[in-house]
């Protein structure tokens, strides 16, 4: 292998070491995670967080295959221990709470168990952000890929359809909720379970008590936020799916559609 990669590797590794001993420091900053899936609202919630003043955090996802390759790792070639050590560092921070967001599917397919991150993060308070609506999840998801627009600071004034299948549409919502029973079981049987739940229509609908719920839960005082991101899909479910009409009845039909708090708290009992 190239020396370029044995100095990445052991880069992160010292930064790693230097994280845990910084933790084992009554004045040092407890890091803060937050769990969710593709078109949940995290970057919203980022962008609001952010505005606090003990909090930093970045937009961006640590383990996108964009961000790792700009930190000289190639993550499907890189080892779950190696990319653990990598969180690490992009969780140091001194003089504020450091946070960042992380989905399940990518924890899935870069080998890392939540269970281990947890521990060797010292059981960091955990965010679980999620969509009820997972039709609303796929339709969002299927939007991004065909427009290739993530996010954005303009409104959308155009809708942008497309046709579902249903079973496609079904099998996502399944593996979907596989991915978060599956991390989730992380917290199963340990004595330190922080975890706070909010959903994404919470922080839509009722975005002053939900952030507030969420300051409280990092032991942090309210404050004012604001986001300069956008709705990516301000129009209704009949307005985008093209062949609605004709499959909606179906949708509906479907016992995968919706994710609950309830469900998601069972998961980690």
Known sequence: MSQWFWWVKLRFWLLGKLKALLQRIPCARESFLILSAGRSGSTLLMQYLRCHPEIT???TEPLNGKTLRLHGLPGSNVSPATLINYLMAQLLSWRRRA???IFCQQLEFYRISFSDLSTALRDPPVIVLFREDALATYVSLQLAFKTDVWFSQDEKRECTTIE???EDYRGHAEWQRERWRNTLSAFVGRANKRV????YEELITDKEKTLEGVFSFLGLPPCKTVAFSKRQNPFGLRETISNYEDIGEKLNSFSCNVLTKE???RCIE
């Open 57 to 59: 955090c970045s937009l």
């Open 99 to 101: 946070g960042c967001k």
């Open 164 to 166: 579902v299948d249903p």
């Open 196 to 199: 706070h739940f909010i959903s």
């Open 263 to 265: 469900w998601m708290k």
